[in-house]
């Protein structure tokens, strides 16, 4: 079955870094989604992505946040000016269309040290 | 602002029993609600969308339902097992974005 993957697994970086998180998609899913899980809390809604174009972002999307659909196939979250608190397993989804089932990857844990 | 909660936190059941996860949100506005199952260190693999025109899906052992107007839905498991010890969450559609609950915590003892 077609999954979404994520790289790299785990990421350690020094505060005030950036780092560019990356994702596959399912190759035929048109709708993109990057959440975050800080640890012990809940997963949070990051930024959604269709039509190369953002479509909707959170609160936590700031200045400090942006995405990119770089070809045909990746999805990249980037984080500049790491800073403790960004510290999260990073999640990416996708779907099919509006309104169907999501598909997430497996994550990557962020460090920032 | 949509919230959603799960009840309860954690449970723990011996093998075979049948159970029930609870999940609220307070904003009946939705596109679909979706269960997931969350194990250690892994992402989130879905288990039953239902549409908010539905109210209710299966799938093998699990059934869902959504009581939109009421903004309830409830994850029923049968012939529970070990294989099903996992965190669960819910997720609501709205806008362009899903909200999660905090989660259910299931642990089944052989």
């Known amino acids: 079955e077609p999954e979404v993957t994520q790289t790299p697994s785990h990421q350690v970086t020094q505060m005030g870094q950036e780092v560019i998180l990356r994702c596959v998609p399912i190759?035929?899913?048109?709708?993109f989604y990057w959440y975050r899980q800080i640890l012990g809390q809940k997963v949070e809604f990051l930024v959604s992505?269709?039509?190369?174009?953002?479509?909707?972002k959170s609160e936590i999307f700031d200045d400090q946040f942006s995405v990119e659909r770089p070809d045909g196939s990746n999805f990249t979250l980037k984080i500049r000016s790491t800073k403790l608190e960004d510290s999260a397993m990073y999640f990416c989804?996708?779907?099919?269309?509006?309104?169907?089932?999501?598909?997430f990857g497996d994550g990557t844990r962020l460090s920032i040290l | 602002k949509q919230e959603v909660t799960q009840i309860p936190a954690a449970l723990s059941v011996p093998e075979g029993e049948n159970l029930v996860l609870n999940c609220s949100f307070t904003d009946s506005a939705i596109y679909n609600l979706q269960w997931f199952r969350q194990d250690p260190g892994k992402g989130l693999t879905s288990l039953l969308l239902?549409?908010?025109?539905?109210r209710e899906q299966t799938s093998g052992r699990l059934n869902a339902s959504l009581d939109k107007s009421s903004g309830r839905s409830t994850l029923y498991i049968a012939a529970s097992q070990p294989g099903d010890s996992a965190t669960y969450l819910c997720?609501?559609?709205?806008?362009?974005?899903?909200?999660f609950g905090t989660g259910t915590s299931l642990t089944v003892i052989p």
């Open positions: 997720a609501v559609f709205a806008g362009n974005q899903f909200y």
């Open positions: 992505f269709y039509n190369n174009e953002i479509s909707e």
């Open positions: 989804a996708s779907s099919e269309l509006f309104n169907q089932p999501q598909h």
């Open positions: 190759s035929n899913h048109l709708y």
């Open positions: 239902i549409q908010s025109s539905q």
